[in-house]
């Protein structure tokens, strides 16, 4: 569907246009919206980097991006199109005096998009240029990257800086796992389906798993991730995020702050955990050498221009408890982590067993039934629940199985192509509307909490356990849930 006109046109400034994630995620995302037709024919793309190219150097270097990094092959129509809507700007960002060469590339009537795709360390010095250049009006908007500091009192800071020159209502915290399909899938899931609504609390549900696993290891991000280590790039903002969409109270309505508040809810019911308690509710590894797919691989320590005294986690399993009516009993397992088996993100809700067994004969214990919700690959809901095997028996009793109901996105929608999680955030800051990103009172109640685990960390002194590469971590990650008669999904399922 096309929706032609349905926004204003803007410049859509990228500063970093020559980073990382730029190259890979949204110049190619933008792309996408251009072959959608949901680009404003009169938008603008500018780049903003401090390397001196010029502008046809720039237009093919954003084509070499999107043929390596897109997963089907260039359409020269929406080539044409989208490279007519590109300009470059050589930008010193530290240098306020070099913004005003914005003034020849950007019209002070329109509105204009910032996306700060740099280090959050330069978002003020970005924003003192913005201003030195007299372009700042309350029609714009900014985009800011994760992450947002390393803790509570760094993360103020940047939201100060920037506060200091934009209202919130300007400004788009971007965590581009709310940009993915099965995760805005939630929503819709849970409040559109009485078969959920209405059995989704403490009174129906055993437990709540939510893991990330990533095969890769550092990919040469050594220096920024052994800062972060794996509950600042992961569980701080992606996790946690997961966690409050499937937790939260049904919302008044779907506008951005409805949604909003009833997440930023569950971030200030999530009990603490702190030196009392933080040996019995978390496990923390790093991983040592092992094999991936078949394929050996370093540990942690060994990899380029590693620190081989570091104590980073690459490795994270928590259990999380919510101290309010709708979850009281219920934990919530987290799980995260580098070098694992398999890349595969999903929510797994496990449901109460039956009180009562009427199918001793056949099932001596009835397992509960299970909602997979699968957020990559293979994007889709899966409920597993018990069913009669057909045909005849003699025995006077049923026989059942273990079936799945499996909703496959790519098999239900064939013809549907499932946008990238960054095309569906770029055009909701073109639409202006902030429902998928991170409030700043969101990010600091994550960071409240987040803070009591790592001073916990800190203090314990406790180096966190080596596992191999290619495992599921830690052997301490299987008895957080064995204690409890509870196992992770893939340690009781298998691979699936």
């Known amino acids: 569907m096309v929706l032609e006109n349905s926004f204003e046109p803007c410049d859509f400034v990228l500063f970093g246009t020559k980073g990382d994630l730029a190259r890979r995620k949204l110049l190619p995302s933008l792309y996408q919206l251009e072959k959608a037709d949901l680009m404003h024919a009169e938008t603008k793309v500018i780049g903003v980097a401090r390397q001196d190219i010029s502008k046809e150097e720039y237009v093919a270097l954003v084509k070499e991006n999107i043929e390596k990094f897109s997963k089907e092959a260039l359409c020269e129509k929406t080539w044409k199109r989208f ?34 795709a740099t280090p959050p360390a330069i978002f003020g010095d970005i924003c003192l240029g913005l201003k030195a250049a007299k372009i700042i009006d309350k029609s714009m908007r900014v985009v800011l990257e994760k992450p947002i500091g390393h803790d509570l009192a760094s993360s103020k800071v940047i939201n100060d800086q920037v506060a200091e020159f934009f209202d919130e209502s300007q400004i788009y915290r971007i965590d581009h796992y709310l940009g993915k399909e099965t995760v805005l899938n939630l929503i819709a899931l849970r409040f559109a389906n009485s078969i959920f609504a209405t059995n989704w609390d403490h009174n129906c549900i055993d437990h709540v798993q939510i893991s990330v696993a990533e095969s890769v290891g550092i990919e040469g991000r050594w220096g920024y991730f052994d800062e972060a280590g794996q509950m600042r790039d992961m569980v701080q903002n992606h996790l946690l995020q997961i966690l409050t969409l499937v937790a939260m109270e049904p919302p008044a309505n779907l506008d951005a702050d409805s949604i909003r508040d009833e997440k930023l809810k569950v971030l200030k019911a999530l009990r603490p955990i702190n030196a009392s308690n933080v040996r019995q509710n978390t496990v923390r590894g790093q991983y040592v050498g092992g094999f991936v797919k078949g394929q050996e691989v370093p540990g942690y320590l060994d990899e380029p221009d590693a620190n081989t005294s570091s104590e980073s986690e690459t490795f994270i399993a928590l259990k999380v408890e919510l101290d309010n009516w709708r979850w009281a009993g219920v934990p919530f397992y987290l799980r995260t982590g580098k070098r694992l088996p398999n890349k595969t993100s999903e929510v797994v809700i ?20 299970k909602l997979t919700i699968r957020l990559q690959p293979d994007e889709g809901v899966e409920v597993t629940v018990m069913n009669k095997v057909p045909g005849l028996t003699g025995r006077g009793s049923m026989d059942l199985q273990k079936s799945k109901l499996n909703l496959s996105f790519s098999d239900t929608f064939k013809d549907d192509r499932i946008p990238d999680a960054y095309e569906k955030l770029l055009l909701e800051v073109m639409l202006g509307n902030q429902a998928l990103f991170v409030r700043r009172d969101e990010v600091e109640a994550a960071w409240k909490w987040v803070d009591g685990i790592l001073a916990a960390w800190k203090n314990s002194n406790e180096p966190p356990e080596p596992y191999q590469a290619g495992t599921w971590g830690p ?22």
């Open 475 to 496: 052997v301490a990650s299987i008895a957080l849930l064995a204690r409890e008669d509870r196992a992770w999904y893939e340690s009781r399922m298998g691979k699936k």
């Open 83 to 116: 490279s007519e809507k590109l300009d470059y700007v050589l930008v010193d960002m530290k240098n306020a005096e070099s913004y005003k060469a914005f003034k020849e590339h950007v019209d002070p009537k329109r509105l204009m998009v910032c996306y700060f």
């Open 350 to 369: 496990y449901f109460k067993r039956q009180p009562h067994n009427l199918f001793k004969d056949s099932f001596p214990e009835l397992p509960p039934n």
